[in-house]
């Protein structure tokens, strides 16, 4: 039995945040209601890489949950809608509030319909910010909050990270409150009101920064100041890099003997942490110029053998060649050719793993299937497909081999 198992979910939210949210809802046993437009929500077409028809960012989101195509703007279709709400356990959207507020979709505009409703909003800056008008995604919050100087080296430009850290992140976190939530509604009986902000996800990130910023009055345009040295890494003399950290002295004196420098470990200037990191304009490049000698394979396996942190700098093609590391991946039957990373967090028991959930849903793949849930016969389920209320669809189309993508764009 998983552990939400008889939860149901409407999914009204685009691109990441949200729906990653629901997905490891789902992965935990929750019926997942995907609610979009009859045209589908925008992240099916985020692009290239596609699985067929279908963006393979996309497949990963939304994994396991049912799709229902649905004019909310008609009034058919906002009766649907109510009639689910009633019927549902927790409701996930990321419009704006200004959006949310035209449309009813607030809580206090739910809540009458269902009392026990978990409501839960993804917001960019909150919902009672100055900026809650302000458009944004993963990549404008990571550079408003400060993010793009969390990387590189002093004098360095700005750096984008271009993974959706805070997306995915804030998915993570959404999903544990809507767990917690369900958690108290069995004690008090009631629903109620969540809202994360995806700049709150980014200022969590930036805690130490924050603390550096204000407690030691570094200048913000410093880029990634250290907190412990070295950190950091370094290219070998194949042309290869790796990376190394050194978290404390005793692991700085073993440092020292693997590289043939056991001196150093008795060196005032780098003695302590404080002080390795106050001259890291002397330590970093004296220590590249010893790691340029010997191939990067060499020194990690004379730095594992000492205990100390290290790795390859590998690409992402590197990794998937890493047995050790291609074994965390699934896939799920009905996509073969794509892997898929599972949880962080994997449950003994409660939980289903990726293999066994099912594909992510065609577009109304599941309309006609929700609307009967709902008390709609046949009948009035094909006049709400006529009267543009609703879409019914099928499967996506899924295609993994390297020959059906298309073309990447010149940039």
Known sequence: MTMLEGITVLDLSRLIAGPYAAMVLAQYGARVIKVETLSGEEGRSFGPPFCGDTAALFLQTNRAKESLALD????????????????????????????????????????????????????????????????????????????????????????????PVVDVASGMCGAMGVMAALLEREKS????????????????????????????????????????????????????????????????????????????????????????????????????????????????????????????????????????????????????GLPMPELPVRLARGQRSVAQLGRAPGLGEHSARVLAGAGYAPDEIRALAAEGVTRLGGPPRLDTSPETQPETPLR
Request: hydrophobic content about 40%; charged content about 25%; aromatic content about 8%.
């Open 72 to 163: 909310l703007r008609k009034p058919r279709g906002r009766e649907v809608l109510e009639k689910l709400v009633a019927r549902a356990d927790v409701l996930i959207h990321s419009f704006r509030p200004d959006f949310a507020e035209r449309t009813r979709l607030r809580f206090e505009d739910l809540v009458p319909l269902n009392p026990r409703l978990i409501h839960y909003t993804v917001t960019a800056y909150g919902s009672d910010s100055p900026y809650r008008l302000k458009p944004a995604v993963d990549s404008v919050v990571q550079g408003m909050a400060g993010g793009f100087y969390g990387a590189g080296e002093e004098c360095d430009p700005p750096i984008r990270n271009s993974l």
């Open 189 to 336: 009986g009631h629903g109620q009101k969540l809202e994360l902000a995806l700049i709150d996800t980014m200022l969590n990130f930036l805690g130490s920064k924050i603390a550096e910023a204000t407690l030691d009055g570094r200048v913000t345009r410093e880029i990634n100041p250290a907190i412990v040295a070295p950190s950091r890494h370094f290219q070998a003399a194949d042309g290869r890099w790796f990376t190394v950290s050194v978290i404390n002295d005793a692991a700085f004196a073993r440092l020292c003997k693997v590289i043939g420098r056991p001196e150093w470990a008795r060196d005032r200037r780098y003695c302590d942490n404080a002080g390795r990191v106050a001259h890291r304009p002397l330590l970093l490049p004296a220590l590249a110029e010893v790691f340029a000698t010997r191939p990067a394979q060499d020194w990690l396996q004379a730095l594992e053998a000492a205990d100390i942190p290290a790795g390859p700098v590998n690409t992402v093609q590197d990794m998937l060649a890493d047995p050790a590391l291609y074994d965390r991946l699934a896939f799920q039957t009905e996509v073969p």
